[in-house]
């Protein structure tokens, strides 16, 4: 089976998703975060059609070569959840795994809530689901915004981050991705008053690339992905945060009844921030059906990147155990 990568576009509903295929048979959708793209998936996909699945990972709305619409509603999970559906019948299949890593995760666990018969299983990373806030997130941002700098307050400003961060992206992501890796020191951002800092005042600085996990030739297309789109995509899935919430009243007390896997960068600052160490405690009543949770050593957010081949075993583990038996070839 051909572990070989395509890109197209596909016309989904009324947008445009650029999408990167590999493999045949039953379908897995991979959904990044931010700052990605689908490359984020790049070392996962020939694993996927390798265990005899169709990887389809694709940039999110907002990003890179999909569409980029005005509007906040478009940057609901609710709506971009309601898409992937839609290309899940496109592409001829009835139900899928869902992959998702940091907006891809939140956006992965609410499509379970919302279309649990269109998933196979989710295999989520980075972010464990921890249920609806109390708090309507802007009211909570800004709280702490008012006591150090937080990126999720200072995102909320349509254009001031965008100016921001579209006049220097090579930069914004090479001190990004370090700071969010195992050897980063993502926390020291938050040391910063909020007062006259943008986002790479407070970031700290990061080594020239390559990095042991990560090449130039790698880096560079995600780079270039930015300079034709720009950041304003990416940041309207934040500034999106309060409809999430809002949407999402009705599914305050609802569990992830889908087949999970969990996996986790042991240093990674999105877990660290969690009350407890332990994605199984975090998830142990809200996902009950929770297959595998697993913190992988020396990797930070992107684990992707930085423990690669830890994740593949997990992903390839999994999806064995998951592979329709009368689609198997």
Not at 272 to 299: H, T, W, Y
Request: aromatic share 12%; net charge negative; glycine share 10%.
């Amino acid at each position: 089976m051909s572990t070989e990568i395509i890109e197209r576009d596909l016309q989904v509903g009324a947008r445009r998703l650029h999408v990167a295929e590999a493999g045949d048979g039953p379908l897995v959708i991979c959904c990044h975060g931010f700052p990605g793209s689908w490359r984020i998936w790049r070392r996962q996909l020939p694993v996927i059609a390798a265990a005899g699945w169709h990887a389809v990972a694709f940039d999110m709305p907002g990003y890179g070569g999909s569409s980029r619409p005005d509007q906040l509603a478009d940057y609901t999970n609710e709506r971009v959840g309601r898409d992937l559906v839609t290309l899940i019948h496109q592409l001829g299949h009835q139900r899928a795994v869902f992959m998702g890593h940091d907006f891809g995760a939140s956006l992965v666990w609410e499509t379970a809530l919302r279309y649990p018969e269109a998933m196979i299983g989710a295999f989520v990373v980075s972010v464990p689901f921890s249920g609806r806030s109390p708090v309507r997130p802007t009211e909570a941002f800004a709280a702490m915004g008012r006591e150090h700098f937080l990126h999720l307050d200072y995102f909320q400003t349509p254009g001031v981050a965008d100016a921001e961060l579209d006049a220097a992206p090579a930069e914004f992501l090479r001190r990004i991705y370090w700071a969010l890796s195992a050897d980063g020191g993502y926390f020291a951002v938050f040391t910063h008053p909020t007062e006259g800092n943008g986002y790479l005042d407070v970031l700290p600085p990061a080594p020239p690339l390559p990095w042991p996990w990560l090449s130039v030739e790698e880096f560079e297309p995600i780079v270039e992905s930015y300079r034709r789109s720009g950041f304003t995509g990416g940041l309207s899935w934040y500034r999106a945060l309060d409809l999430n919430w809002e949407n999402t009243e009705p599914l305050a007390r609802a569990k992830v009844e889908v087949p999970v896997a969990f996996a986790v960068g042991a240093g990674d600052p999105v877990l660290q921030g969690f009350a407890g160490s332990d994605p199984l405690a975090l998830q142990a009543k809200l996902v009950p059906n929770l297959r595998e949770a697993v913190v992988i050593p020396g990797a930070g957010h992107f684990v992707q990147f930085e423990q690669t081949a830890a994740l593949n075993e997990v992903l390839a583990r999994t999806l064995a155990a998951w592979h329709p038996s009368e689609t198997r070839h």
